[in-house]
């Protein structure tokens, strides 16, 4: 793949095929890949990711973004980078959203705290997810919990 990204730059790869490893992700990545398809994906799926990656989008279904995003923090984590907090980045809306589902709110009642729309605080907690490389939205008030708790 990196043979081909360097031979014809304008070519946009995706990959298709079984989970990889959080190491071939990673490569994967690195060497130019535009996107990468479970072998599972629908129909659906598969042309959403061939359109995307098109208009020049990268896309990564969610369980390998989740895998990226792990070995991101945990690369950060390992150069000294600061603890998990400080090594990703949050938006301010999305330190409240985590304060609040540790507070134990529903999305229903964050919307409603936040007088903001459910679709919004649920793009939020995704992100949040994402970008903690957590499940759950009760993981992440167990990780707000442990840091209080040090």
Do not use: C
């Amino acid at each position: 793949m990196a043979q081909l990204a360097k031979d014809l730059p304008q070519t946009k790869v995706i990959g298709m095929g079984l989970i990889p490893s959080q190491v071939d992700i990673v490569e994967f990545v690195q060497a130019g890949a535009a996107g990468f398809i479970l072998i599972d994906a629908t129909t659906r799926e598969v042309l959403t990711t061939i359109r995307d990656v098109a208009r020049g989008k990268k896309i990564l279904p969610p369980l390998l973004t989740e895998s990226l995003f792990t070995h991101v923090v945990d690369n950060a984590l390992r150069q000294g980078k600061g603890e998990l907090p400080n090594a990703v980045r949050m938006t301010p809306r999305e330190r409240e959203i985590i304060a609040l589902i540790a507070d134990g709110l529903s999305n229903k009642a964050i919307a409603q705290r936040l007088g903001i729309e459910m679709y919004t605080v649920k793009s939020h907690v995704h992100n949040i997810l994402e970008k903690l490389a957590l499940n759950s939205r009760l993981q992440i008030s167990a990780n707000v919990h442990n840091e209080e708790s040090l």
